[in-house]
T-cell receptor
Framework: QKEVEQNSGPLSVPEGAIASLNCTYS??????FFWYRQYSGKSPELIMS????GDKEDGRFTAQLNKASQYVSLLIRDSQPSDSATYLC?????????????FGRGTSLIVHP | DVKVTQSSRYLVKRTGEKVFLECVQD?????MFWYRQDPGLGLRLIYF???????EKGDIPEGYSVSREKKERFSLILESASTNQTSMYLC???????????FGDGTRLSIL
């Protein structure tokens, strides 16, 4: 059973701070990793994809992947109240069923002014 | 940008009715998916399709069926709606095996 674990939170950070969201996964063969943002009552929105070890930056967002330790993280710099949402981690493997990502249950982020 | 369109944002139906949820994507994606999302339970996969006329059961297919007659369209059918099928339904599509899924806006379905 492939598992993706996230701390449910809420993670509360002040405006302007760095928010750090973490995700661990069980399938060592995983090759594709995604972060989604989901506002309350809305659908998940893709914000980052990462496929190789190291960091990938896109604006205020940085995804970090460490395959040896089987974790992927998302850093949000200069956090804004509009970043308050649930962040879902998703992982895709390479074996049968690799069309289908495994989702974590999400971490709730609250950015307070 | 990928566009995944679900036919209704909100839908109210009665128990026992046959309910159709439609999803259309405009990016020629092979893979399409139906999920439901409930508080505390996360995303649960109902059915998916990796090609026209192909379908595979997900984790919770009971009480549902699907149809994919054209590549761009994937329909979810509740054969006889029950109150425990009240939920947010999300359609997604993806290209190939490594690429991410893109979600529609969701349909909030209430069964009375």
């Amino acid at each position: 059973q492939k598992e993706v674990e996230q701390n449910s939170g809420p993670l509360s950070v002040p405006e302007g701070a760095i928010a750090s969201l973490n995700c661990t996964y069980s399938d060592r063969g995983s090759q594709s990793f995604f972060w989604y943002r989901q506002y309350s009552g809305k659908s998940p929105e893709l914000i980052m994809s990462i496929y190789s070890n190291g960091d990938k930056e896109d604006g205020r967002f940085t995804a970090q992947l460490n395959k040896a330790s089987q974790y992927v993280s998302l850093l949000i710099r200069d956090s804004q109240p509009s970043d308050s949402a649930t962040y879902l981690c998703a992982v895709k493997g390479t074996s049968g069923g690799s069309y289908i990502p495994t989702f974590g249950r999400g971490t709730s982020l609250i950015v307070h002014p | 940008d990928v566009k995944v369109t679900q036919s209704s944002r909100y839908l109210v139906k009665r128990t026992g009715e046959k309910v159709f949820l439609e999803c259309v994507q405009d990016m020629d994606h092979e893979n399409m998916f139906w999920y439901r999302q409930d508080p505390g339970l996360g995303l649960r996969l109902i059915y998916f399709s990796y090609d026209v006329k192909m379908k595979e059961k997900g984790d919770i297919p009971e009480g549902y069926s699907v149809s994919r007659e054209k590549k761009e369209r994937f329909s979810l059918i509740l054969e006889s709606a029950s109150t425990n099928q009240t939920s947010m339904y999300l359609c997604a599509s993806s290209l190939g095996q490594r690429k991410p899924q893109h979600f529609g806006d969701g349909t909030r379905l209430s069964i009375l």
